[in-house]
């Protein structure tokens, strides 16, 4: 099984810094990978698909990037909206998901 | 546009089984297969197992053969699962999903509650 491992679990920023959410694989995924945000009560949203392609709908704001097993999720001048649970998952061989990372405002 | 919409909170006694609905609407439903995952309270997701619609042809995360079965009804475009011998473990939000044909999770349902609880 491939595992995942996202980071950080939680973290803090202002409005309009930029930050960034890891994610690293336990063998290479050949850049199938997704980002997701979650916000309290809904369904995961998709953000990012094959590592670094915008799904429909989604702000400029956000951007992937990464190869082989090092993934990055980049949220670009913070907004209040972009609280919420973000998680990468792998659709490599099947699917696997991080473990989530909690993006509160500071 | 492509709607899941799954059965509501179910509240359900160690031991008992749970059986939850995915209906789909606005795309050809024995095209795609459906997915389900889980996500324990505060926790991440888990994929648990997929099945074609097409043919009933099913796979399964080792951690879930045996807890999860997974069926179809064509006629009414919705998916089944139904989850035995429970225990608090499974006490959990279960998530019917559709890939997009490429893989990744385009559609989602808005998540079933089960809560297990003498």
């Known amino acids: 099984d491939i595992q995942m491992t996202q980071s950080p679990a939680s973290l803090s920023a202002s409005l309009g810094e930029t930050v960034t959410i890891e994610c690293r694989a336990s063998?290479?995924?050949?850049?199938?990978l997704a980002w997701y945000q979650q916000k309290p009560g809904n369904s995961p949203q998709l953000l990012i698909y094959?590592?670094?392609s915008l799904a429909d709908g989604v702000p400029s704001r956000f951007s992937g990037s990464g190869s082989g097993t090092q993934y990055s999720l980049k949220i670009n001048s913070l907004q209040s909206e972009d609280v919420a649970s973000y998680f990468c998952?792998?659709?490599?061989?099947?699917?696997?998901f991080g473990g989530g990372t909690k993006l509160e405002l500071k | 546009q492509v709607k899941l919409l799954q059965s509501g909170a179910a509240l359900v006694k160690p031991g008992a089984s749970v059986k939850m609905s995915c209906k789909a609407s606005g795309y050809t439903f024995t095209d795609y297969w459906v997915s389900w995952v889980k996500q324990s309270h505060g926790k991440s997701l888990e994929w648990i197992g997929e099945?074609?619609?097409?043919?009933?042809?099913?796979n399964f995360n080792e951690k879930f053969k045996g807890k999860a079965t997974l069926t179809v009804d064509k006629s009414t475009s919705t998916a089944y699962m139904e989850l035995s011998r429970l225990t608090s473990e499974d006490s959990a939000i279960y998530y019917c999903?559709?890939?997009?044909?490429?893989?990744?999770?385009?559609?989602w349902g808005q998540g079933t509650l089960v809560t297990v609880s003498s």
């Open positions: 063998e290479d995924i050949y850049s199938n």
């Open positions: 999903t559709r890939p997009d044909s490429e893989g990744w999770f385009a559609y």
């Open positions: 094959d590592a670094n």
């Open positions: 099945i074609y619609p097409n043919s009933g042809a099913t």
């Open positions: 998952q792998q659709y490599n061989n099947y699917w696997t």
